[in-house]
């Protein structure tokens, strides 16, 4: 046998027996089923969204059931979303400033929690803190069309 096809079948048995020792099938990731814990909470949301909407039942008991949800799950993002626009529904602006707040801070790149805070802290009278808040966002996202129009509607 000459030298080059030596080291051809060398190459070869080598290049078998490494394609013989890797795995077979894809590694399988580890897939975290949803939390069922988040999907009751969900649940448990849209429950108490449809009371009120509906306007059959109890709307006091369809805030508390969003209330647990938060107890149960203080950054539970529906929630705080929901109780933030029954907050400015009901003129509740301290509240919705405070879900709204807390909503920015969970997910800042959301403009329409930066928007409903402003609108909050404007409608109880602090026009430079909801100016400021609108800013902050707009910093950060300069072409966020919803709060450029609302803060040049101020502005004029």
Request: aromatic share 6%; proline share 4%.
């Amino acid at each position: 046998m000459k030298r080059n096809q030596l080291i051809a079948v060398i190459l070869a048995v080598v290049a078998a027996v490494v394609l013989m020792r890797l795995p077979r099938t894809a590694p399988v990731e580890e897939v975290v089923p949803a939390a069922t814990e988040n999907a009751d909470l969900d649940a448990k949301v849209d429950e108490a969204v449809a009371i009120i909407q509906s306007g059959q039942g109890a709307p006091m008991q369809a805030i508390g059931m969003l209330l647990d949800v938060l107890k149960e799950n203080p950054d539970h993002e529906k929630a705080l979303l929901w109780l933030g626009n029954f907050s400015m529904m009901s003129g509740q602006w301290e509240k919705a400033v405070d879900r709204f707040h807390h909503l920015t801070q969970l997910r800042p790149e959301v403009e329409l929690y930066w928007v409903n805070k402003s609108q909050s802290l404007l409608q109880m009278g602090d026009t430079t803190s909801a100016m400021t808040t609108a800013q902050t966002y707009l910093n950060d996202h300069p072409d966020a069309s919803q709060l450029n129009d609302w803060l040049a509607g101020l502005q004029n």
